[in-house]
């Protein structure tokens, strides 16, 4: 039976996320917006938080709680609703972390978890996304072949986050038309970083086009090693992960658009009071509260070791839809007012209208 109510932990994650969104991030996230980067002591604190370590067991250093999707949606929700690109800055090594923690083999897991444990942020990242419109995360272009005791890997991938400081990247790749994941450290030759991206949302995030030109790599670095791993599974974790800040964008431009509208006077009444306005807002709250629980179900049938493909792809495509209908009718609430920057509603719909791009940018 799927419970509604968080337990005390995830409740007291849930609290201590609100406020550091509101007094840290709601901070910032407008000058992070218009200077295109991420103060690192935001991101430093944010990390004291233990978000990743948390998941890892003691034996590779983490704090030891179980890994689960459903903690995990409720933070990426929290962190979204603060500001999607610092966010994504802060969960990004989860992209690394968390496919090794669930695929990983046991030497890849003793050599690269205790290195999200330590004290400093530890910059990693993975590369997914091609640059061709027919892009499909089961059909890529990128391959990997095996030659003696190497893996060579070749293709385009973009948006890629914090790429040009990542110390450990996860590139997919197609390995005998399997997509399956290669850990690359930091300082491997015929990988070519491109230059930063110029993306019409995110724009706090730096994203980057990567290039791999017989790119080698040993063996062992096939994330599973021989074995290979469930990239499937880790594709629906990512799927959860993106619901849920699509969920907390949406969020944080309904209740703007709330209170603006209860603030707003027009013809002697505030224009909450208008039907249009009100009906327009009902449906924004509902979309968003059913985006919410098809997310938690699925996230709770990954917390249960079901294959949860089938709600992960329903509530990814739905949550895309969402993320842009309700942050596009916050602007529509505040007319004129929502197309400039003094009100942020235009920034949430510009980020919100990337979530049918973002895959596998992030990740629980």
């Known amino acids: 039976m799927?419970?509604?109510s968080p337990s005390e932990e995830q409740?007291?994650?849930i609290n201590t996320l609100s406020e550091f969104a509101v007094n840290e991030m709601r901070e910032l996230y407008r000058e992070c917006d218009e200077n295109g980067g991420i103060p690192a002591e935001i991101i430093d604190k944010a990390w004291e938080f233990g978000l990743i370590a948390s998941s890892i067991p003691e034996k590779y250093g983490?704090?030891?709680?179980?890994?689960?999707?459903?903690?995990?949606?409720?933070?990426?929700?929290?962190?979204?609703?603060?500001?999607?690109?610092?966010a994504m800055h802060i969960l990004c090594p989860a992209?690394?972390?968390?496919?090794?923690?669930?695929?990983?083999?046991?030497e890849q897991k003793r050599k690269y978890l205790?290195?999200?444990?330590?004290?400093?942020?530890?910059?990693?990242?993975?590369?997914?996304?091609?640059?061709?419109?027919?892009?499909?995360a089961s059909t890529l272009t990128t391959t990997a072949r095996l030659d003696g005791n190497e893996y060579v890997l070749n293709g385009e991938k973009c948006y890629v986050p914090l790429a040009a400081d990542a110390d450990l990247m996860l590139v997919y790749a197609s390995l005998d038309g399997a997509t399956q994941g290669f850990i690359v450290e930091n300082g491997v030759s015929r990988l070519e970083i491109g230059e930063r991206e110029k993306n019409m949302g995110l724009k706090a995030l730096a994203t980057y086009e990567l290039a791999l030109r017989d790119c080698r790599i040993p063996k062992e670095n096939r994330l599973g090693g021989e074995a290979g791993c469930d990239f499937n599974r880790i594709l629906n974790?990512?799927?959860?992960?993106?619901?849920?800040?699509?969920?907390?964008?949406?969020?944080?431009?309904?209740?703007?658009?709330?209170?603006?509208?209860?603030?707003?006077?027009?013809?002697?009444?505030?224009?909450a009071a208008r039907q249009a306005i009100a009906f327009m807002m009902a449906e924004m709250a509902i979309e968003i509260e059913a985006t919410r629980f098809m997310t938690w179900e699925a996230a709770w049938e990954l917390d249960r070791g079901k294959d949860a493909t089938k709600d992960t792809s329903l509530v990814k495509m739905y949550a895309d839809d969402m993320a842009v209908t309700v942050t596009d009718r916050a602007v529509q609430i505040l007319g004129g007012h929502g197309y400039i920057r003094d009100h942020p509603v235009e920034l949430?719909?510009?980020?919100?209208r990337g979530f049918v791009t973002f895959d596998g940018m992030a990740i629980v």
């Open 2 to 4: 799927i419970s509604f």
């Open 11 to 13: 409740q007291m994650i």
């Open 62 to 86: 983490g704090f030891g709680s179980e890994h689960s999707a459903v903690t995990g949606a409720l933070v990426a929700e929290e962190l979204a609703w603060g500001d999607l690109s610092i």
């Open 95 to 106: 992209l690394v972390a968390f496919p090794i923690l669930e695929t990983g083999s046991e």
């Open 114 to 136: 205790p290195l999200f444990c330590g004290e400093g942020y530890k910059p990693a990242t993975a590369a997914l996304i091609e640059p061709r419109f027919n892009f499909d």
């Open 237 to 271: 974790y990512s799927r959860v992960a993106l619901s849920a800040m699509a969920v907390g964008v949406a969020r944080a431009a309904y209740e703007y658009s709330l209170d603006y509208a209860k603030q707003r006077y027009a013809f002697g009444e505030p224009i």
């Open 348 to 352: 949430w719909l510009r980020n919100g």
